[in-house]
């Protein structure tokens, strides 16, 4: 064949030899690594999830380090023996997976469970601390189904990093040493008087301080045993025994919780709930927490307003945030409970065309009040759950993104500080089903989130994570502080999304809540200044303490952007695996 005849085959056997080269450059690329971030509460667990992902572990592996050490180093928090929400987006697969690890109540849990004999509610450090507060725990099932779908490492390699730490020590941290000498209790409780406590020459207890250093062996053997038998390691044998009987001996209101509920236990994978917020699509945790849809309520309203116009801590946007905070709280605290027991309208509390109608009800210059549920289907579902009298460091978020780009956002809980106040196994035990509605009705008409056996109570955990306008992810965020939860949250993605904040700027912004009570500011901040304006709107103003914890990644066109809450112990790891 002549030179000429052959020429074109050849250029185009070339230029298919450039394309193949460019795609495969390109797939490269993308598969190249890119550096790992891990933001969390306690610099040892943040580095435990550092050690994972530098040894090739998935944000999943990490998460599960990271959990295994917070419930030692910060067991005021959350723990094993607690309960957690953990959204996943896998990069690869470009898919978004809820899982729920709530606590369930026992099957010998009744409606009465937290009633006195007069069938009033308890005062609520009394339904808080003993047996009957204790759920049986979620979280390690549900580790251990995130793992099956998207784990990289063998189990058993993740529980290194907090064995080594139980069994050599680990130093106080300050949130830890502040959380022990400010407990009521701690020290009159069995097993956790002898380990947050030393006995001083004349045999006064004297509580850790910040630097001590603590070493919990039980909790060393019982990751020994989850990490050899994966969650039977947790729910079948001697660590569940030890719980249970913690719980039915329990000094003060021994609970039913038993062998038979740990068997039941499931976690669950649920549908993520996600809503457009201008340019970006925010997702986050359905029920059984009310986080996910109160907080997509307050960002649907607002979409009908200029926050950007209005600008950060200023009288309007202050205004139009809290007013749209007290609409969606008025509905949460009507139609949210488990959605395995009681209907939720979620579609319905998310419709636009709803939100709009809500957002109408805001008034630029006064405060509408108390805000009134809306008219949805399926009002009888009242929910009158009670708000905790203390707002103490509990629970505990954290944010991962891997060399890959997967994405772990976890928000974890005992409930309350320390939980229920018991130890087993080297850990606290929750005190997760106090977040039930103490009253099991009201008015006759039958609460949403009133106890029953096998129910998850409701929470307002907010895990989220953000995807922009091309449907990449953007950011992940969450934050411990009760029901405060859902409005830290709401107003950190108000800063990141409409005032174009860094994750820093953002998580450190003074924080105000309007859970549609008094619109409390967070005392010693400008936010103070700002307080007689709020006042000639017509707004109940209340200074006060408000600790979030907010531990976020947001992606930047110069790479991870990541911070950790000032008001907490916390701090952020990143480099290259
Ligand atoms: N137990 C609460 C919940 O699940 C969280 C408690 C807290 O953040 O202090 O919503």
Redesign the pocket.
Known sequence: MKLERLLPGLSIAALGLVVLVTLLSLVWRGSEPQPFMVASANPYASEAGAEILRAGGSATDAAIAVQAVLSLVEPE?SGLAG?AFLLHYDKTADRLDAYDG?ETAPMGATPALFLDEEGKSLPFLEAMIGGSSVGTPGVVKMMWLAHREHGRLPWADLFTPAIRLSEDGFAVAPKLAEAIARDPVLMQMPVAQDYFYRLDADGTRVPAAEGDILKNPAYAETLKRIAAEGWRGFYEGPVAEEIVAAVQNAPMRPGTLSMDDFAAYEAKKREPVCAPYRAYRVCSMPPP???GITALQILGILSHYDLKGMEPMTQMSVHFIAEAMKLAYADRDKYIGDPDFVSVPAKAMLDPAYLERRSEELDASITRGKARPGELPDGRAMNWGLN?PV?????SHFSIVDAQGNVVSM?T?????FGSHLMAGGMML?N?L??FSFLPEVDGEPVANAVAPGKR?????TPAIVFDGNGEFYAAIG???????IAYVTQTLIALIDWDMDMKTAISLPRFVDRNGPLEIEAGTPLEDLAPALRELGHTVEARELMS?LHGIRVTPEGLDGAADPRRDGNVVSELP
């Open positions: 928090s309960g709530r927490t009310s986080g905790q707002d103490m460091p509990s629970t928000t809980t005992v409930e309350g500080p929750n997760q106090t977040d109570p409701r929470s307002s955990m934050s411990p502080g009760g029901s405060r939860i914890g």
